[in-house]
Structures are given as C-alpha cells and as structure tokens.
C-alpha cells in the first residue's frame, strides 16, 4: 500500500459525458502528478499540481482539466469524452514536487475509465 | 526530445534465474534520475530500485540490481534469483532535476517460468 488512495476504482461510461476522479496523497506529500496509461500511448504524465497551485502541463488535453485542494486532494475532470479517452488514469505523489533530490513518486492503485 | 527506449516488449526466465532487463534514454541533461517500476496483473506501480545520475556506484535493492552506463545512457535492471512473484511488466523511467514529472519507457513484459 502506497499510501496514495484513488476512487473510483473503475468507472464506465458513454462517449461525450463528463467525469471526476479523485485522489488523495500520502499524508504530508505536497505534490500531486496524474497520468494516464493507455495500450498505444503507453505511460504519459499529463498534470502536476503542487501545494495548490499548477506546476507542470504534459500531454493534457483542452477537454481535460484538474485542481488541488487545500486538503491537498486533487481531481481530475475529463469531459467531452471519447472512446481513446478509455485508459488508467493513475495519480502519483511526492514530498515536494520533485525539487528535493531523489525524489520519489509513489502510484496510487489507478482508476479504469472506459467510454463506451 | 527526452526519450526512454525498452528494446524487449517481452522476456522469459527460469525460476531461480538471472535476467536482465535493458533500457536506455536520450537526454541532454547531466543532472537526473533513473527508476524502474514494476505493474503486476494487479496494475498498482511499485517503485522497484532508483538511480542517481551523479552517483557512479550502481544502486542495489536485494535480488535487484542496475548496470548504469552514463556516457551510453544506459539503464539496464537484473533480477537475480527471480521468483513466480516477479513476473510484471517492467517500465523504465527518468526524471531530470529541475522537472518533477516521470518520463516512461514502452515496458518490458517478464514471465517466470516455475
């Protein structure tokens, strides 16, 4: 157990709706990254948020956007959706934010979005 | 661009066997660090065994251990010993100092044989 929770678990749903996932750090991690797995992108950071505020953008796209509360949980609203959009979306967290020296990132157990 | 390759889409080892899992990355950045993650069926990422760039002394983890080649920017993880419950896909993954996101690797697929 990372640590790092993630709901849901596994969501289904249809082409052009809207959804949240959420996820919560280890306690005391500031920085929160999300990622998306997927059979023929494989493994792609798309958002940092740390302390609240957007550190880093990766390959995140315009129907895709997510916010860090002051809590320090963070989400992940996809909207739009389309069937490529079916992926693992995995949320990882870290102390603070990658400036600290051998940082290391430990992965929630991932949510299952499929888009029929 | 900053590029992770994992030439072996998949490997088989005997139980109790040594294998070695190849990666290599193109970066011009001197200052960074090399992980490997393993995903069991289970599809949770485990941080398996972390690199720093500026350490020439090849990190260790038990049955783990790197081979890191800086000047080849090479990255490659063995297992010895390798037990039933290795068996994962294996991703390769690097970050640079003064970036906080993990750049991954294709993975490579590990099936131990009993």
């Known amino acids: 157990d990372s640590g790092v929770t993630q709901t849901p678990k596994h969501l289904i749903t249809a082409t052009g709706q809207r959804v949240t996932l959420r996820c919560s750090p280890r306690s005391g991690d500031l920085s929160v990254y999300w990622y998306q797995q997927s059979l023929d992108q494989g493994l792609q950071f798309l958002i940092q948020y740390y302390n609240g505020e957007e550190r880093a953008k990766g390959n995140i796209l315009e129907r895709f956007s997510a916010q860090q509360f002051p809590d320090l949980h963070s989400e992940l609203n996809l909207s739009s959706l389309e069937l490529g959009d079916s992926a693992l979306y995995f949320c990882?967290?870290?102390?603070?934010?990658?400036?600290?020296?051998?940082?290391?990132?430990?992965f929630g157990p991932g949510t299952r979005l499929l888009v029929l | 661009a900053q590029t992770v390759t994992q030439s072996q889409p998949e490997m088989s080892v005997q139980e109790a066997e040594t294998v070695t899992l190849s990666c290599t990355y193109d970066?011009?950045?001197?200052?960074?660090?090399l992980f490997w993650y393993k995903q069991p069926p289970s599809r949770q990422m485990i941080l398996v065994i972390r690199?720093?760039?500026?350490?020439?002394q090849n990190a260790t983890e038990n049955r783990f251990s790197v081979n890191f080649q800086k000047a080849a920017k090479s990255f490659s993880l063995k297992i010895s010993d390798s037990q039933l419950g290795d068996a994962a896909m294996y991703f390769c993954?690097?970050?640079?100092?003064?970036?906080?996101?993990?750049?991954f690797g294709k993975g490579t697929k590990l099936s131990v044989k009993p």
């Open positions: 970066t011009s950045e001197s200052d960074y660090y």
């Open positions: 993954a690097y970050r640079i100092r003064s970036q906080g996101n993990l750049i």
């Open positions: 990882a967290s870290s102390g603070t934010g990658g400036a600290a020296i051998g940082e290391t990132q430990y």
């Open positions: 690199q720093e760039a500026y350490k020439q």
